[in-house]
């Protein structure tokens, strides 16, 4: 404990001497602020690149991953507590990306050393922004039905078909991608896991609107796409092992939306739209509705800090992701539908600048997707109820 204390004791220092007091705000325009990185990525500010630059030289920006591949290098515990002083410094964090969240643990665990050492440095240092290659209109929930193919054509795969849902595959640079590389085999069988630059000839994308007005999926199309055979991860056919590692970071990267990110909080929210009577809240029952999703939310951290030293520890239990991905967007969904209930009719403001057009209303109407995205919340309860309780089938 004397050595955590003391490394505490330093990050507190190194946050206070090296986050910009612009990074320590609460977001004004969330999606406009966050720190995507990748190739054609513009900052929001001169603070925002800095902030980056620094968290990205020590590693920070994926601080458990070993240094020999850019990361921190962090054990477990010193990573909780670089976010605990990162949280009560107020500090944005430094890169948002999908290589951290998902794709780099899977490189790590199933790609080969050139792959790690071509990408994982690129992922820390925010240069190369990824997008996920899975859903496809006719492989949803059932997604070991996919059809987009891969034919083997000697020195490279030739890629045809079509990704949907595929999250800022517009802004991506690189996709990962899983494909049929053998139609012969059971379906959850001959599925291998690709990766390539989405600049490749024959790579297409398309914007997909959403009832929000706003939306980061697209529709994308592979039309005799050319991809190098050393960008397969794994074995050949075998890439839906790969698949199902990578979910359950997926799944446990959209249950942290059920923890309060870095804008206002639902307090403050309230507060300042009914008003506040002897410092409590006006409304008595939005006030006792707010502190029992903040208990919430606070068992939810915890119980998502304790996965992950059970994941480090090797006992986790496969399906726990499922757990922790149905919880948190239930949680999220609360909150946004609160924040709607404290903010009245000016909640249901959909253009101008006061509301940042319409940011409540569109930011709760795109919670409606968070229990379908990632395994609908149908599919994690099955999986809870068959995998983890031991429930009998129907």
Same mark, same amino acid.
């Given at each position: 404990? %004397? ?21 320590? +705000? ?62 009560? #410094?107020?500090?944005? =964090? ?7 969240? @998902? ?6 665990? /199933? ?22 290659? /899975? ?17 083997? +054509? ?39 896991? !690709?990766?390539? %630059? ?11 609107? #959403? ?18 055979? %050393? ?13 199902? /590692? ?5 799944? %446990?990267?959209?249950?942290? @939306? ?6 206002? =909080? #639902? ?5 300042? =739209? ?6 409590? !809240? ?21 119980? @998502? ?8 520890? +090797? ?5 726990? =992701? ?8 239930? !949680?999220? +969904? ?61």
């Amino acid at each position: 404990m %004397d050595q955590l204390d003391a490394f505490r004791a330093e990050t507190r220092a190194w946050l206070e001497a090296n986050c910009p007091a612009e990074m320590r +705000k609460p977001f004004e325009d969330e999606e406009a602020e966050r720190c995507w990185g990748g190739r054609n990525f513009k900052f929001f500010s001169e603070a925002q690149r800095v902030w980056l630059e620094r968290m990205a030289a020590r590693g920070w920006t994926a601080p458990d991953w070993p240094s020999d591949y850019g990361g921190g290098g962090l054990s477990k515990a010193q990573t909780i507590v670089l976010r605990q002083e990162m949280r009560a #410094l107020g500090c944005r =964090s430094p890169l948002d990306s999908f290589g951290i969240w @998902m794709l780099g643990p899977a490189l790590l665990k /199933y790609g080969s050393e050139a792959q790690k050492r071509e990408h994982l440095p690129r992922i820390v240092r925010g240069e190369i922004r990824w997008c996920q290659g /899975y859903s496809e209109p006719g492989a949803g929930s059932d997604l070991a039905s996919l059809q987009t193919k891969a034919e083997d +054509k000697g020195d490279h795969f030739l890629v045809n078909g079509q990704k949907v849902w595929t999250s800022y595959a517009d802004k991506a640079d690189w996709i990962f991608c899983l494909v049929r590389t053998d139609f012969q085999a059971k379906k959850h069988e001959g599925i291998s896991f !690709l990766l390539f %630059d989405m600049t490749t000839p024959g790579v297409t994308t398309r914007p997909i609107l #959403l009832i929000s007005g706003k939306s980061p999926f697209c529709e994308t199309f592979f039309d005799d796409v050319k991809v190098p055979k %050393d960008n397969l991860v794994g074995v050949e056919n075998k890439g839906w092992e790969i698949a199902k /590692y990578l979910l359950t970071h997926e799944r %446990d990267m959209i249950g942290g @939306m059920g923890l309060v990110g870095g804008g206002r =909080s #639902l307090g403050e929210i309230a507060a300042q =739209s009914i008003g506040l009577e002897n410092g409590m !809240l006006a409304d008595p029952i939005l006030r006792g509705d707010i502190a029992r999703l903040e208990a919430d939310t606070w068992a939810f951290q915890i119980a @998502m800090e304790r996965a992950g030293d059970l994941a480090k520890a +090797k006992q986790a239990h496969p399906a726990y =992701s499922s757990f922790l991905k149905y919880y948190g967007t239930e !949680l999220n +969904k609360r909150r946004h539908e609160l924040t709607m209930s404290a903010l009245g009719a000016d909640g249901l403001e959909w253009e101008g600048a006061r509301s940042q057009d319409g940011e409540a209303a569109r930011a709760w109407l795109r919670t409606k997707a968070n229990s379908i995205e990632g395994g609908t919340s149908e599919v994690q309860l099955n999986i809870i109820a068959k995998r983890i309780l031991d429930l009998p089938g129907a």
